[in-house]
Structures are given as structure tokens and as C-alpha cells.
């Protein structure tokens, strides 16, 4: 089998096992150009990339309608790279980022697409909100303060490991806090409706606990090789 069918199966594979209310953002860090040309082939169009450079040359050589989604840390000197056509960036983490981002868009004059990124792993290493942290900072005077920026929800990453009750334990307490903010603070809002979690090896226990977006890697394109 070659790259192109390898790819073209293992998208199958993981799309065929998801809900239809689920997007799947197939990620293609590390991987070259080809590999995603071979899932949009398949029809798919959403791809999630770690790096702004690497998406950034990405995007200049692929198809226009991709969506491309920054799902890794955002430095805020890197955000005016990716504004004019980034489609959701799922890594804010801090109110400093998300007055960048505001900034940004703004100048482009577009609104723009975030979730915040909330700490739920039991990894000290991982970037993210603490769920006490964004429940006690984010009001609607905040909200209001950045109107080029649209929060579309929040996304976040379960501890690596076998456990599987302690990764339900850790996507079900963000789940929590989703549910809390759409029928409390963003309950008007429509736009407040995307729980991002779950990778390749806990996807389908982010989607029993209610992910309405998962960014799959590996299982599509195969192993990441880093240079
Ligand atoms: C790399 C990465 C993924 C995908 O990881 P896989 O285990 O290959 O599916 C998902 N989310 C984030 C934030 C990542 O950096």
C-alpha cells in the first residue's frame, strides 16, 4: 500500500467511528505537503498544524480552501503570520495572547476564530487556564474588551497515560466547565459551542465525554519523525 492509500484508509477508519456532530481536524505537523494532499483528495478539509512557520509555508502551497487550525502554543510576536486565514486557534492560554489576537484582527479586519486552552492534565508542563483560574477571571466585561476575537469554546489535554478512568476523570471535569460557561456566561451565544479534546490514543474517551472536536495525528498519518 502506498502513503497516499495508507493515509486515504486510516482517515476512514477514524472518521467511520466518529458521531456526525464531531469535526475531526486531521493533524499534519511534521508531515510534508503530500500527506495532507492525500486526505483532501478524501474530501477532508480541516488540518491542524503546532508550529505558525510550518503551517504558515503550508498554507501558501495547498489548496485555499483548507481550515487550518493552530492547535500548539502561540507566541503573541507570531500571531500577525497566521491571522489572515488561520480558521480556529485552540491554544490561548493567557489574556495577554487574547488582546494580541484581538489587535491582529482587528488590522485585518476579521473576526477571529479562539478557544481557550484549560489545564487539565496532572503534567506540570502544559500550558492552559486552571479551571478555577478562567471561571474567576472570564466575565462579560472581559468578553467585551475583545470584539474581533469570537471564543468558541475550550480545548485541553488529558494526562499521558494507560488510565483510562483518570483521563474520563480529566475530560469529564472540562466538560463540566464547558456546560457551566454555555449555559451561564455565553448561554446568548451561539458561537460558544466547540469542546475541543481528545488525540489519537484517548479520542474515543473524549467523545464519550461530550468533545465536539478532536485532532487526530498519528492515527492517520503514522508515527512523527522529528528532526
Ligand atoms: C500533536 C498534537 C495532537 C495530535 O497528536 P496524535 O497523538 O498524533 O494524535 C493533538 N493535539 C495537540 C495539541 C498536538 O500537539
Not at 114 to 124: D, G
Request: net charge negative.
Amino acid at each position: 500500500m502506498s502513503d497516499t492509500q495508507r493515509i486515504a484508509e486510516n482517515l476512514k477508519t477514524v472518521q467511520s467511528a466518529l458521531p456526525e456532530s464531531v469535526l475531526l481536524v486531521a493533524v499534519s505537523k511534521t508531515h510534508p505537503a503530500e500527506a495532507i494532499e492525500a486526505a483532501y483528495a478524501c474530501g477532508h478539509r480541516h488540518f491542524g498544524e503546532n508550529k505558525v512557520q510550518e503551517m504558515v509555508d503550508k498554507a501558501a502551497e495547498l489548496p485555499k480552501d483548507i481550515c487550518w487550525h493552530l492547535i500548539g502554543h502561540l507566541q503573541r510576536n507570531k500571531v500577525k503570520y497566521i491571522i489572515d486565514f488561520v480558521h480556529l486557534i485552540h491554544g490561548v492560554d493567557s489574556e495577554k495572547l487574547l488582546a494580541e489576537i484581538n489587535k491582529r484582527a482587528e488590522q485585518a479586519e476579521r473576526r477571529v476564530d479562539i478557544l481557550l486552552q484549560v489545564h487539565i492534565a496532572e503534567e506540570e508542563s502544559k500550558f492552559g487556564f486552571g479551571i478555577e483560574e478562567l471561571t474567576n477571571w472570564l466575565t462579560a466585561e472581559v468578553v467585551s474588551k475583545y470584539p474581533a476575537v469570537r471564543i468558541r469554546g475550550l480545548m485541553g489535554m488529558a494526562t499521558f497515560t494507560d488510565d483510562e478512568g483518570q483521563i474520563k476523570t480529566e475530560f469529564g471535569r472540562l466538560h463540566d466547565c464547558f456546560q457551566a460557561l454555555k449555559k451561564g456566561l455565553f448561554s446568548e451565544d451561539i458561537h460558544f459551542d466547540t469542546l475541543s479534546m481528545g488525540m489519537s490514543g484517548d479520542y474515543p474517551n473524549a467523545v464519550e465525554c461530550g468533545s465536539t472536536l478532536v485532532r487526530v495525528g498519528s492515527k492517520i498519518f503514522g508515527a512523527r519523525e522529528y528532526k
